[in-house]
């Protein structure tokens, strides 16, 4: 199910022409496009009421909102932290602001994992794991997934143990990655990698690569792995979430995905959602857990990771708090 902010911008961009809609789509980054289009696909049955809902709501916020007479740069300052927070916002207003630091990258989130994958998995670990931490996590996942076991390990590690880009690293990078890169003579040291990047992407790491990765740090640094484990969010922190977040979750799960994943989750944490649902359909969960035959391993992990993937992405969109994972909090 699409959220209602995404549904709302398919409606909007259905109703402008090809050119218009083409115009706003360039702006977009690779999910965005995707999500998009999945949801300007599916939708149907659109009455004309909710289109003009959606117009006049986008017609009214647009009124209000100007630049004129404001520091560009200033005013992009204002707005990414208002709405991301510092921290979340910090490295995406350098990025535009700083011009073409890591722009060329922008190319490598468009080509499929196993091309990307392909292209870089002989240079140096040390250029990958720069290379890595530039793009979405899933998507930095998915490249180490068709790397040999070898340099999966070694390029976590060198991910986990990465706290800044040097200048000189960057224009290597750019140079690795020649007609999808462009060159930067303005560049300076970018905060990137770190234990939470390299934990952010083992969340999306199957399982075996995980556990592989894992005993490989603990052997170049026991304490590194641990701050690595603590930083990342599994299936059974979901009893972290605060039953509104539980609720939000809820409504973006096809029921028989979850019915998979709880069969390997905690009693306590099956309570958790038998508790946010309505009675009727708690039982319903029930039932079909008791009845549902022996499931592999690896289809509970998977699904465990399917969900996971829907937990970070409302976190992303700050629909949901994950327990534990920040400081940020309400009064």
Known sequence: MADDGIKKSAI??????????????????????????????????ISRSEIEGVVSEFCN????????????????????????GDEKASNLIDRILQGNDTSGIEGLKWIDASSAAELIKNEHPQIIATILVHLERDQASEI???????????TLLRIATLDSVQPNALRELNDVLMKLL????NIRKTAMGGIRVAAEILNFVPTAQETSIIENIKQYDEELAQKIMDEM???DNLIDIDDH??????????????????KG??????????????QRAAEALREDLESKGPVRISEVEAEQKEILKVVRQLADDGQIVLGGKGDDGFI
């Open 12 to 45: 909007l961009l259905m109703t402008l022409g090809e050119q218009e809609a083409a115009s706003v789509v360039k702006l977009l980054g690779p999910k965005e496009v995707q999500r998009l289009g999945e949801t300007m696909s599916a939708l149907q049955n």
């Open 61 to 84: 916020d647009a009124e209000g909102r100007t630049t004129l007479g404001q520091d560009s740069a200033d005013y992009i300052r204002k707005v990414l932290t208002s709405a991301l």
């Open 144 to 154: 180490l997934s068709f790397f040999t076991e070898r340099l999966r390990n070694d």
């Open 182 to 185: 462009s060159g930067s003579s």
């Open 233 to 235: 969010f599994v299936f």
């Open 245 to 262: 977040g539980i609720q939000l979750l809820l409504r973006e799960v096809q029921s028989e995905s979850l019915i998979i994943a709880l």
């Open 265 to 278: 989750a905690q009693e306590e944490l099956r309570l958790k959602i038998f508790k946010n649902m309505s």
